[in-house]
């Protein structure tokens, strides 16, 4: 039950796009279409913004997209806003019938 | 409303028990796997436990197999994480979270309850 992979931090300016990337393995991400995205501010319980890979539930911006490719998934934010600045996580089911989260990536919008 | 209210967190010391409580509403608990998650200070996400709907499948991580253990009441709308051996590594927020149907996905999750393992 290793944790996926994010990278720890990433940038870019309002009306940009960003893309953070979740590795896992063929036991979680690359096995399953279960991967899915949080949304955290500081102090804030998570928000889900993608499940299933690629759907977004209703009243998630359409900014919001997700991709899968082997064991990476994907998110990306277009057209990046300044509310956009908050953690991220990816999240995938197990071949254990566990879940697995990623370690969280810090999106700044500078 | 849809919601979920976590309860039973506090301070305590290691080896000691705790038992948090989350109740829901607004919508038909007893039709929806559930999930504990926990985020240590200043850390991520970690994936506690799950129970299905009915109770019958229950699943852990690895650190607390044996030690937690989770339940549901659902004539009382009700989800519990019963911990027992906590261990200093244990302090966390605790989260219980709803599972959005078919989708093992966290759709609706509740603001958590601190329980901070001390000596």
């Known amino acids: 039950q290793s944790a996926l992979t994010q990278p720890a931090s990433v940038s870019g300016s309002p009306g940009q796009s960003i893309t953070i990337s979740c590795t896992g393995t063929?036991?979680?991400?690359?096995?399953?279409?279960?991967v899915s995205w949080y949304q955290q501010h500081p102090g804030r319980a998570p928000k889900l913004i993608i499940y299933?890979?690629?759907n977004r539930p209703s009243g998630v911006s359409y900014r919001f997209s997700g991709s899968k490719s082997g064991n990476t998934a994907s998110l990306t934010i277009s057209g990046l806003q300044p509310e956009d600045e908050a953690d991220y996580y990816c999240?995938?089911?197990?071949?254990?019938?566990?879940?697995?989260f990623g370690g969280g990536t810090k999106l700044t919008v500078l | 409303q849809v919601q979920l209210v976590e309860s039973g967190g506090g301070v305590v010391q290691p080896g000691r028990s705790l038992r948090l409580s989350c109740a829901a509403s607004?919508?038909?608990?007893?039709?929806?796997?559930m999930h504990w998650v926990r985020q240590a200070p200043g850390k991520g996400l970690e994936w506690v436990a799950v129970?299905?709907?009915?109770?019958?499948?229950?699943y852990y991580t690895d650190s607390v197999k044996g030690r937690f253990a989770i339940s549901r009441d659902d004539s009382k709308n009700t989800l519990y994480l019963q911990m027992n051996s906590l261990r200093i590594e244990d302090t966390a927020l605790y989260y219980c979270?709803?599972?959005?149907?078919?989708?093992?996905?966290?759709?609706?999750w509740g603001r958590g309850t601190l329980v901070t393992v001390s000596s």
């Open positions: 607004g919508f038909t608990f007893s039709t929806y796997v």
């Open positions: 299933e890979v690629t």
């Open positions: 063929s036991s979680d991400v690359g096995d399953y279409n279960y």
């Open positions: 999240s995938s089911y197990t071949t254990s019938s566990s879940w697995v």
């Open positions: 129970i299905s709907y009915g109770g019958s499948n229950k």
């Open positions: 979270a709803k599972d959005r149907s078919s989708s093992w996905s966290f759709d609706l």
